[in-house]
């Protein structure tokens, strides 16, 4: 273990009239501010662990009551970091901005999320119902928000759980919007997060729009089903899991929610350049959820458009039961159904793949550019079941190995359409078979020397 450096940094003191809000004067909360001493791990710049003294300001409090008393809250740019110790709560009709450069820190140790709505309730033990009462009108835009997550430690904040006392299970944001309609974020960097940048769960009629990434360690906007007629625009950065997720069944480790996703689009999405770590992916994810009584829910994504997607190197749509807590203590009880899924104008710099092992109604690729050298194995979209081992902790014991994927399910899919994927400085089309293939797995016979098991699933498409 790498011996610490222990440095001391004081924060100066800035006065509370640097936090602006509409209606009563900010001098009104200054009680409620308060300096607290604590420390944090860092990776120093010269690569070795680094334990920092902090000595600052806990603006929480403040804060809260500011958004209580009238409803809107402005965050200022200043020199300093502004920490907090728990989620900033905003009811309905609530906006809270910041200025761009205005930096807002999770003081280590909460484990909470940043900010959230203020109804957020356990669903994940039956399906959402359909008259449960939402949060309206909620707005946030502006300031780079970070739970202080880096390569060395997250300082203690792991999870993006809704509160520090009898979380609801499965929140998992740095924003966190649950159980809520006409809901926006814009303009906002997630910096050094663990948790998703932004977290909705049961959410309808929403806009997330120009959402910057910088080193998160989840999911960038990440969207738990039910939900309906929302935009994601403008993601982009460093995700080391999924930029964007649709996920209307989830390991329920991450799912405050199960339940359809309809009538979606996510455009302008960039993945990471050249040379930036990153998993540069999307996900959807459909499945049949099936509730600790027995009962079933079919969670399906329909009505889903992608368009001006760039650098992406994989579209996830394939079945994949919990690695975490064990496929067989967590998995969809069948195929996941896909609905009219579109995809416009897709650009790939590097090679990059649609990989579909779900049941399918309507998959059309309009207009994709290619900009690297094909190889004769090469295809964007891949109709069928993955088979790949996971080694837990490098194992060399294959009882300890598991299947990611499901590769002993068929899917189906019709209705395949696909128009104008060309290569770089062509004017032709490729033909349909060379852009889709078909997969059928078989049992590798000499596993476990080599792997992966393999299975006996196949992909089946109606032409």
């Not at 729009?209 to 969207?223: A, F, Y």
């Not at 014991?397 to 062509?426: K, M």
Request: glycine share 8%.
């Amino acid at each position: 273990m790498k011996q610490s450096t222990t440095l001391v940094i004081t924060l100066l003191l800035a006065p509370l009239a640097a936090v602006q809000t509409e209606g009563r004067p900010p001098s009104d909360f200054q009680s409620l501010v308060r300096t607290e001493t604590w420390t944090e791990v860092v990776s120093g710049t010269s690569g070795k662990v680094e334990t920092r003294s902090i000595t600052a300001e806990i603006w929480t409090q403040a804060m809260k009551a500011a958004l209580d008393v009238q409803g809107s809250l402005h965050i200022p740019a200043r020199e300093n970091p502004y920490y907090l110790d728990g989620p900033l709560v905003l009811k309905s009709g609530h906006k809270l901005s910041a200025d761009p450069r205005a930096e807002i820190r999770l003081k280590p140790g909460c484990n909470t999320c940043m900010v959230r709505n203020e109804h957020v309730v356990n669903l994940n033990t039956k399906p959402v119902p359909a008259d449960l009462p939402l949060d309206t009108d909620i707005h946030i835009e502006g300031g780079i928000w970070t739970t202080l997550a880096n390569i060395v430690s997250s300082n203690g904040n792991e999870l993006g759980r809704s509160s520090k006392e009898n979380p609801v299970f499965g929140t998992h944001g740095v924003i966190l919007l649950q159980n809520v309609r006409g809901v926006s974020v814009k303009n906002v960097t997630v910096r050094q997060s663990r948790p998703f940048a932004v977290h909705l769960a049961n959410a309808h009629e929403f806009t997330i729009e120009n959402v910057t990434l910088d080193q998160t360690r989840r999911d960038g906007v990440h969207v738990n089903g039910p939900a309906s007629d929302g935009l994601i625009r403008g993601v982009r950065g460093d995700s080391h899991d999924d930029n964007v997720a649709l996920n209307a069944w989830e390991w329920k480790n991450y799912a405050p929610s199960y339940g359809p996703i309809e009538r979606i689009v996510i455009e302008d999405v960039t993945g990471a350049p050249e040379g930036v770590p990153a998993a540069r992916s999307i996900r959807l994810l459909p499945g049949v959820k099936r509730f600790d009584d027995g009962t079933t829910l079919d969670c399906p994504l329909r009505n889903i458009t992608l368009r001006r997607i760039t650098d992406i190197r994989e579209f996830k749509f394939y079945a994949q039961p919990n690695l975490e807590l064990g496929g067989n203590n967590d998995f969809s009880v069948g195929i996941g159904t896909l609905e009219d899924i579109r995809f416009e104008g897709l650009t790939f710099n590097r090679p990059g793949v649609i990989e579909l092992h779900a049941d399918t109604d309507g998959f059309t690729i309009e207009d994709a550019t290619l900009q690297f050298p094909l190889t004769p194995d090469w295809h964007l979209l891949a109709i069928g079941p993955k088979s790949q081992t996971y080694k837990h902790a490098g194992s060399a014991d294959p009882a300890q190995w598991t299947e990611i994927f499901a590769p002993d399910l068929d899917c189906t899919v019709r209705n395949v359409t696909v128009t104008g994927v060309r290569t770089r400085d062509s004017l032709s089309e490729l033909p349909i078979d060379r852009v889709v293939r078909v997969i059928e797995q078989k049992r590798n016979l000499n596993y476990p020397k080599t792997t992966p098991r393999g299975g006996t699933g196949k992909g089946i498409w109606i032409r």
